[in-house]
T-cell receptor
Framework: NAGVTQTPKFQVLKTGQSMTLQCAQDMNHNSMYWYRQDPGMGLRLIYYSASEGTTDKGEVPNGYNVSRLNKREFSLRLESAAPSQTSVCFC?????????????FGQGTRLTVV | QKEVEQDPGPLSVPEGAIVSLNCTYSNSAFQYFMWYRQYSRKGPELLMYTYSSGNKEDGRFTAQVDKSSKYISLFIRDSQPSDSATYLCAMTPPGHDYKLSFGAGTTVTVRA
């Protein structure tokens, strides 16, 4: 019963480096999301994919890009990492409309940019 | 001003006490209201989901929504040490139910 699986769990990057965070869900959910969590700020939406083949910007998309590879997988890419991107990144998924607010989260990736 | 305000605490209570958590919000269009529980170094997990004003009960947990006051609450009865976690409120407007707006979270410690 895996749910939402993210890799890696921890990552340290140097300023300017690039990397991709991977996310996969096995619940046959249509919608997938990437959030970031910063101390005292709750979770903020980076990007979302309402369904396979579509992606849209959330509240804090700058410095990130996403790819919805298929229904199961949704990756987050940092093209040129910046210290302001130090945060915990969470991938989430949710089922069909009228249930989309019920998001299921992965365990998170602790990202540090030095 | 943030759309969703939540007292960050921390809140420390003895085992068996009632825990009361609150959030206020500014967007009167919010329609779905959720409470998530997040254990340390884990992802949030959905605890309660409500659609309208009123109360919803699930075991020791009760969620209240007062849309006229733009105020939601979560009550935990007979609190246990295993309830020690950060509790996040979240809400979303109709037609954009994928855009969750989160509170900052309240950290709760239940002392044995």
């Amino acid at each position: 019963n895996a749910g939402v699986t993210q890799t890696p769990k921890f990552q340290v990057l140097k300023t300017g480096q690039s990397m991709t965070l991977q996310c996969a869900q096995d619940m046959n959910h249509n919608s997938m999301y990437w959030y970031r969590q910063d101390p005292g700020m709750g979770l903020r939406l980076i990007y979302y994919s309402a369904s396979e083949g579509t992606t849209d910007k959330g509240e804090v998309p700058n410095g990130y890009n996403v790819s919805r590879l298929n229904k199961r997988e949704f990756s987050l890419r940092l093209e040129s990492a910046a210290p302001s991107q130090t945060s915990v990144c969470f991938c989430a998924s949710s089922p069909l409309e009228r249930e989309r607010a019920k998001a299921f989260f992965g365990q998170g990736t602790r990202l540090t940019v030095v | 001003q943030k759309e969703v305000e939540q007292d960050p605490g921390p809140l420390s209570v003895p085992e068996g006490a009632i825990v009361s958590l609150n959030c206020t919000y500014s967007n009167s269009a919010f329609q779905y209201f959720m409470w998530y529980r997040q254990y340390s170094r884990k992802g949030p997990e959905l605890l309660m989901y409500t659609y309208s004003s009123g109360n919803k009960e699930d075991g020791r947990f009760t969620a209240q929504v007062d849309k006229s006051s733009k105020y939601i609450s979560l009550f935990i009865r007979d609190s246990q040490p295993s309830d020690s976690a950060t509790y996040l409120c979240a809400m979303t407007p109709p037609g954009h139910d994928y855009k969750l707006s989160f509170g900052a979270g309240t950290t709760v410690t239940v002392r044995a």
